[in-house]
């Protein structure tokens, strides 16, 4: 065999063992907890199923889940926008500063950040004093739920837009202020459109991690059945409660919205992938 045929060969047998090795964790760590879920879920059938997520308890989970998901996106949407707007479009003193703040929910635990809210609007906190006089609930309600939410989601739109834009410059953006176009203007002909499909990419990881979390907002949401308790937490008192085949129906319709969210983004991979590696994807 020839050196050549040798190398080539070597490199499709260390190909083929390093696919054999990721598809085999991937199953391990991934694939079969998530199956076993499912399988737990429906384990009694359809009609048990159907009743655990139809119980007051946990359609009213289901409900806030949703709720702060939808408000805490938005937010999130927009913030995150501005921010990689201001930073890859400008140029100002704390550029750095304000980049490592947006990084900082990556680096502190989610009850770290539960905590700082309760110790800011809880009733022994900072401001808990006041907000009991003047009849405002943050901690253990919904503002709470939403706050934490707001601070552990905070980095993706952000994150994923900045890389795009510096990537692409300013060229575009400077060459319609010579122009005459007014800054509103500029951002919605010239800078959304080059950055519509990292700004979804962003918009579905952060979505996933608000319906998903659950340090923060078990810190900050006093686990109150039926008020408080997102799905996480909901999960978390089934369970604990021995009451298994509703915690895994729960958990199964958790992990079916966020499989939702994984076909969505490999759809707009797929799709607008040329698009999407200038973001690092």
């Known amino acids: 065999m020839s050196a050549k045929n040798k190398a080539i060969t070597e490199g499709l047998a260390t190909k083929a063992i390093l696919i054999l090795v990721a598809v085999v964790y991937v199953g391990l760590i991934l694939l079969l907890p998530l199956a076993s879920v499912f399988s737990e879920a429906f384990r009694h059938g359809l009609?048990?199923?159907?009743?655990?997520?139809?119980?007051?308890?946990?359609?009213?989970?289901?409900?806030?889940?949703?709720?702060v998901a939808a408000i805490s996106v938005p937010i999130n949407m927009v913030c995150g926008v501005a921010a990689a707007w201001a930073i890859t479009k400008h140029d100002f003193r704390g550029r750095q500063l304000l980049i490592s703040l947006i990084d900082v929910p990556f680096s502190i635990s989610p009850v770290v950040a539960g905590l700082m809210y309760l110790l800011l609007f809880g009733a022994q906190g900072w401001f808990g004093a006041w907000l009991l006089a003047h009849d405002v609930h943050i901690a253990f309600a919904k503002p709470g739920i939403v706050l934490a939410t707001l601070i552990v989601t905070l980095p993706f739109v952000a994150r994923e837009l900045i890389p795009l834009m510096q990537a692409q410059g300013r060229e575009e953006e400077e060459a319609a202020l010579t122009l005459g176009a007014p800054g509103w203007r500029i951002f919605l002909w010239v800078t959304l459109p080059n950055i519509r499909w990292g700004l979804l990419y962003g918009v579905l990881l952060t979505n996933a991690r608000a319906m998903g979390e659950f340090g923060a907002v078990s810190v900050i949401s006093g686990h109150i059945r039926g008020e408080t308790n997102t799905m996480p937490l909901q999960v978390e008192v089934l369970y604990n409660e021995y009451n298994f085949a509703a915690a895994f129906a729960v958990a199964s319709l958790l992990a079916g919205l966020a499989l939702v969210t994984l076909v969505v983004k490999t759809l707009l991979e797929w799709r607008h992938g040329d698009q999407l590696a200038a973001a690092g994807h």
Do not use: R, S, Y
């Not at 009609?47 to 709720?67: H, N, S, V, W």
């Open 47 to 67: 009609g048990a199923f159907k009743a655990a997520i139809t119980e007051p308890d946990a359609l009213a989970a289901i409900k806030l889940t949703l709720t």
